[in-house]
């Protein structure tokens, strides 16, 4: 099978080093934070952020909503996609708010999951929660068509998870993300099974695939 990796560790560390200056890029941090209250504010009344530095990604906005039951859910944005987000044209609070919309539906709060700090904490975060909801996802997403998926190990970005379609005989036909991105998307609250979504449907829009 032939392999593309989606690597977006790469296009987020970028977020670290834009060329400007220490006031500049104070002032960008401030006005991304500012930016996500006002957008989420739209549609809850109580909103709270807190800004973490992820040595590999760059600043991460970590945004805090309360229901009407007064639980907390929280949900992590990178910089580079806030920014892109804000300058689309299209209405950010709506994107910004169905993560929390999709959060609600469990009822009682989601705050961050506690953060892995060894390699066995991760192992069994991705092992027990993170494969087995991956697999949940594709065969939800693409059921009946047969899918490869399993983890392997990509000389370049190391552990990946890899996703594709037996049937494509010609041409690419596998997706590879690294871990590390699907686990930091889990941390966030984000759902990573969007990543290899996305991916597979873009294995099938270059086969000319609906």
């Known amino acids: ?99 929390f919309v999709d959060l609600m539906e469990t009822k009682g709060g989601k705050p961050l999951p506690q953060p892995v700090t060894v390699e066995d904490e991760a192992k069994a975060v991705i092992d027990n929660i993170l494969v087995p909801q991956l697999m949940n996802a594709l065969t939800e997403e693409f059921a009946p068509e047969p899918l490869h998926a399993s983890l392997a190990l990509n000389e370049e970005h190391g552990p990946v998870f890899e996703a594709g379609f037996p049937a494509i005989k010609d041409g690419n036909n596998v997706c590879a993300i690294p871990l590390n991105v699907l686990l930091t998307h889990y941390q966030l609250n984000r759902d990573p099974g969007e990543l290899v979504i996305q991916a597979m449907y873009g294995i099938r829009a270059q086969h000319g695939l609906n």
């Open 1 to 99: 099978m032939n392999n593309e990796t989606v690597n977006e560790k790469e296009n987020e560390q970028e977020n670290g080093k834009v060329e400007m200056s220490e006031e500049k890029w104070a002032e960008l941090i401030k006005a991304v934070r500012h930016n996500g209250l006002v957008a989420l504010k739209m549609h809850f009344e109580e909103v709270d952020v807190q800004v973490l530095n992820l040595e590999a990604y760059g600043p991460v906005f970590v945004y805090h909503v309360k229901d009407d039951a007064a639980d907390v859910y929280s949900c992590g944005f990178f910089l580079r996609e806030l920014i892109a987000r804000f300058q689309s044209g299209n209405d950010p609070s709506v994107w910004l708010a169905s993560f």
